[in-house]
């Protein structure tokens, strides 16, 4: 067996994975227009947790997330905050497809594109990486807690008023 997880996939040049497509126009626009005032400089993607303590899983990937290209079909992305501590560890964010088998598609947290070393998972086959379903370790349980989110999505989240604890009733 196989303790890590996912084997290399054979056969693909290291460059492979990183083929860049066109600048995609007004892609930024179509989802949802934001003002422009929040700034060209959010991350990608940022990771949080919504709990008061986090445990070392979660801590390892939460921060800000850059593009860095393209991996089955997907985008894929490379934190760019560094961990305390473990300043030498490269936290990245892919998309896997069915190749290997289902068991192994599905969005992962690892230490490189495919890697041996993975931390996370969530089983869903979206465009996007989803906001929530990530278990920790990626072979455990769904952790509720850990959400992954647009950099504008989470700029929305900071300006946005606290919403109110009780939902009003439907009429």
């Known amino acids: 067996g196989n303790p890590g997880g996912l084997a290399q996939t054979p056969g693909i040049p290291a460059g492979a994975a990183q083929r860049r497509v066109g600048p995609q126009v007004g892609a930024a626009g179509a989802a949802g227009a934001k003002p422009a005032k929040i700034g060209e400089d959010l991350p990608a ?7 008061e303590k986090d445990e070392i899983g979660i ?10 290209g393209t991996n089955h ?13 473990h300043e030498d560890i490269s936290v990245y964010l ?11 598609s599905g969005w992962w947290f690892g230490n490189q594109v495919g890697g041996a070393q993975v931390w996370s998972r969530n089983r869903l086959t979206s465009l996007q990486p989803p906001k929530q379903g990530w278990t920790i370790p990626w072979d455990g349980d769904v952790k509720k807690e850990l959400m992954v989110v647009t950099g504008a999505e ?8 606290a919403p109110p604890t009780a939902a009003p009733p439907a009429s």
């Open 45 to 51: 993607i940022v990771v949080f947790s919504t709990a």
């Open 94 to 104: 892919y998309f896997w497809d069915e190749r290997d088998g289902p068991s192994f």
């Open 59 to 68: 801590r390892t990937l939460v921060g800000k997330y850059n593009e860095e």
């Open 73 to 85: 079909g997907r985008k894929f992305y490379k934190k760019s905050s560094k961990i305390p501590g």
């Open 154 to 161: 989470k700029a929305a989240m900071e300006s946005a008023p």
